[in-house]
C-alpha cells in the first residue's frame, strides 16, 4: 500500500472501501476556522474511513481533562457511538494554540481486555493545521490514520483480518517518512507515544524481541520529553502503555520472559500514580491488569504476597466495575475472585478467606442464572463443591462435605438435562471423591 493508496479514487470504488466508520464530533474550540468540519473532509480522503460529522449543539466543558467530569465524557461519547453506529469517535479540543484529539470506541474500557486505547491517551495538533488541510504533512497525517485504525475494536470479520495488515503497512510507511519540519518539540511526546500504541497494535500478533525494543525505545522518548506534556495523566498513558507492552510480550512466551512480568507490573503500578481514582475507568482498568500480573507472580514464585496483591487489585477494580454499570464485567471480576481467594484460602488454611471466595462464585451467579444460563451456574457449582470439599477435608467437618455434595449433585442434574455427558462424569468423579472421604 503507498500514501496515495489509501485515498479514495474518483474512478472507481476501492476494495475496503469504508472499512471503518468514523465520527467527528464538532470541536470545541475558540477560533472561526470550524476545525472539526475541516478534520472530517481531511478524513474523508481516506478511502478506509466512512467518516460522519456531529454537529449537534451540547456543553462540551467535559472535555477539560482536568475536571471531575469523566464520567460525562464517557457517557456522552458512548451515546453518540451508539446513535451514529460508529468504529470511533474523534473528539477536540484547543488548548493554548493546539487542538488535542481523543479518541473512543464502543466498550473502552470493559474487561476482559487485551491491547486498549485510554480516551486520554491524547495527540496535539498544532491550530495553524486547519486552516488549511495542505498543512498537513504525510507523514503526519498517517500517523493520524494508523492511530483511529490502531484505536478500533474489530467488529467485523473484514475488519478483523485487514487491520493488522493495514497497520503493518502504515508502519512500513512511517518508517520511510520524514518528520514534520514545522512541528515544535512541545508536539514530540504525544507524537512518540501514538507512534509506539500503533507499532504494538500491529505487531501484536508477532510480537518479536526487536519489535518489543522498537515499541519501548519509542515510548521511552516520549517520557523523555515529559517536560512538554501538560498533565501528569499524559505520562500516566504512557506507563500505562509500556505496561502493555510488557504484558504482551509476557504473554507471548510466558514460560521464557519472567523479566517481562515484572516489568510490566512496575509500569502499571507507575501509571497507577498519575491515572488515579479520579479517572476511574483507567484505574480500574489497570487494576485488572495487574490482579492477572500478580497472580502470574506468584505461580511463578509462590509468594503469598504477590497472590495477596492480586486479590487487591481485583478488589479495587470490583470499585469500578459494579454490578448495575457493568455487569458482564462485575462478573468476570467475581469469577477471578472466587478463584484467587480460593487459591489464597487453601495456602493459608483460611476458612475465612474460602468462604468468600464461595461469596464471589454466589456472585456471579446474579449474572449467570439457573434457568437463563444453566451450563454456566452448574460450573459455578462444581467450583463452589470444590471449595466447600477442601474446607471439609482441612477442618474434618463432615457439614462441609454435605454442601460439598449438594454442590456437586445440582451440578450434575443440570449436566443431565442439558445432555452434557462429558461435564456430568466430570462432576460425578468429583461427586465420588467426596463419598470416598466419608464413606
Known sequence: MTLGGLFKSTHQSAPLEGLFRVTVVAFEDKCNLNCGLR???????????????????????????????????IDRGSK???????????W????????????????????????SFSLLDSLFVPLSYFSNPDNFNESFLMLIFG?????????TEEQRLHQPKILQEIIEILANGSAPKDIGREFM???????????????????????????????????????????PIYYGCIYNNIGQLYEAAYNANKTESFDYLKQAIAAYQDAHKYLNRNYPYDYGLISYHLALLHFELWKHTLDLQALRDAVSQLREAEKVYSLAQFPQSWCHIEGLLGYYLS?????????????????????????????TYPAEWAQIQEKIGKIYYLLGKQDEDEKFMQEAKNYYTSAIDIYSNLNMKAAMNEAKKLLNKVKDYTD
Open 80 to 90: 453518540i457511538l451508539s446513535g451514529t453506529r460508529s468504529d470511533i469517535l474523534i
Open 147 to 155: 492511530v483511529i485504525i490502531a484505536a478500533i475494536k474489530p467488529a
Open 92 to 115: 477536540g479540543y484547543e488548548e493554548d494554540g493546539k487542538i488535542r484529539l481523543n479518541f473512543q470506541v464502543k466498550n473502552q474500557y470493559l474487561i476482559p481486555s487485551d491491547l
Open 39 to 73: 478534520f472530517a473532509e481531511l478524513l474523508q480522503r481516506n478511502r478506509l474511513f466512512d467518516v460522519n460529522f456531529f454537529n449537534e449543539p451540547f456543553a462540551k466543558g467535559f472535555l477539560n481533562l482536568q475536571g471531575r467530569n469523566f464520567f460525562d465524557f
Open 343 to 371: 487459591s489464597l484460602g487453601l495456602s493459608t488454611k483460611s476458612a475465612t478467606i474460602m468462604q468468600l471466595a464461595i461469596d464471589c462464585y454466589k456472585n456471579q451467579q446474579k449474572i449467570f442464572e439457573q434457568y
Open 189 to 231: 511526546p504525544y507524537i512518540m507515544n501514538m507512534l509506539g500504541k500503533i507499532y504494538l497494535c500491529g505487531r501484536s500478533e508477532v510480537l518479536r524481541t526487536q519489535d518489543i525494543k522498537i515499541v519501548k525505545n519509542l515510548f521511552d522518548d516520549a517520557l523523555n520529553n515529559r517536560q512538554y506534556m501538560r498533565l
